[in-house]
């Protein structure tokens, strides 16, 4: 079976002709259409153009905000996973009074964190049932990209299958030329797939690092703007500070695990939690530190790198978490874990 058979029978809905943008294409113009969508003759969305709309980080999330949940899911129970994403355009709140069209993964920023173990097979589904093409990129799979990965048109639906051969948490993301622009815009999630000697802790939860950039009300962040690295924040799990008006409640000496991925797409990290220490870290697949008479202070990570950290609370209180990129963590990147009943500070509610 050719690779063209293959890219025909695991598309359904596939207009007429679009196969052959790809069959018989070098290398050099496959990565010429990721990277400049021009030279291949895609096309590029239109951008919202201006500066976009300016968020205050001072002020307090709309009645009602409820913070995105961080608690890390279960593990899919079973080894094969039959998981349908869907690819969309919508307008969300991306920060306290700024309304902005993203692209997304059912409908959130970032899309759902999915989970499983070394081993399971996954058979992702994509819809797009957005207006414009989308495509989709699993960090934890090993597959030719000019199949799995290529970009579906309006209504067409694609089958992505891959067996989780290493464990690590992960990126994913639409591929879409210019994919800086499909990220940048919200199409990001993270899977974990977990290492065989995971052992139980009290709690588990996930950070996805991002930039946000803004547009002008109701339209599409402007690729100008990625291109030249001009974000108006950073944050985790899509909305800025959001726990810091909503801390994630834990006791003081339960063992905690953090999966801390930075999906970028362009600024990096350096995750801290002020106030403890971590006694283990993961990062990439592999242990830096494992418990014994070392801690850790920061776990650093580039774009597309993740792992997990874990401590503990040794008394009761508030410990912000943040990017120690402080310029980061003024705009948008920091929450508080709250170790036990403390008294909330002004605009903190308990999680």
Request: include cysteine; charged fraction near 20%.
């Amino acid at each position: 079976m050719t690779a063209g058979e293959r890219v025909d029978r695991r598309t359904r809905g596939r207009r007429p002709g679009h196969r052959s943008l790809l069959v018989g294409v070098s290398v050099l113009a496959l990565i010429a259409a990721l990277l400049a969508p021009a030279l291949a003759g895609a096309s590029v969305p239109k951008a919202g153009g201006g500066k976009g709309q300016k968020i205050d980080f001072t002020a307090d999330p709309p009645e009602g905000f409820k913070a995105r949940d961080p608690n890390a899911p279960a593990p899919e129970p079973g080894t094969v996973h039959q998981i349908t994403l869907h690819a969309t355009e919508t307008v969300l709140e991306i920060a306290p009074g700024v309304k902005q069209e993203m692209w997304t993964f059912d409908k959130t920023v970032p899309g759902p964190i999915l989970r499983g173990k070394v081993g399971d097979t996954f058979e992702i589904t994509l819809v797009n049932d957005g207006k414009i093409g989308h495509s989709i990129d699993f960090h934890a799979s090993k597959v030719a990209w000019n199949v799995e990965m290529r970009t579906i048109e309006p209504g067409e639906e694609l089958l992505y299958t891959f067996v989780a051969t290493k464990a690590g948490v992960f990126m994913y993301h639409c591929g879409t030329a210019p994919a800086l622009h499909h990220i940048g815009n919200g199409m990001y999630g993270a899977i974990i797939i977990d290492p065989p000697d995971l052992a139980p802790v009290a709690h588990e939860y996930v950070m996805v690092q991002s930039e946000l950039y803004t547009a002008p009300k109701g339209g599409v962040a402007d690729l100008n703007k990625m291109l030249a690295n001009k974000w108006d924040a950073v944050v985790f799990n899509g909305y800025p500070n959001q726990y810091k008006f909503q801390p994630i409640r834990v006791e003081p000496n339960e063992q905690i695990r953090i999966w801390v991925i930075d999906d970028g797409p362009s600024e990096n990290s350096s995750f801290h939690v002020v106030g403890s220490i971590f006694d283990k870290v993961w990062k990439e697949g592999a242990y830096l530190l494992q418990p014994g008479v070392g801690g850790s202070q920061a776990m650093d990570l580039q774009p597309a790198q993740g792992g997990y950290v874990e401590l503990s609370f040794d008394v009761a209180g508030l410990y912000p978490f943040v990017t120690h990129k402080f310029s980061s963590a003024s705009i948008g990147a920091l929450g508080l874990f709250q170790a036990g009943e403390v008294e909330m500070p002004a605009g903190g509610a308990s999680h």
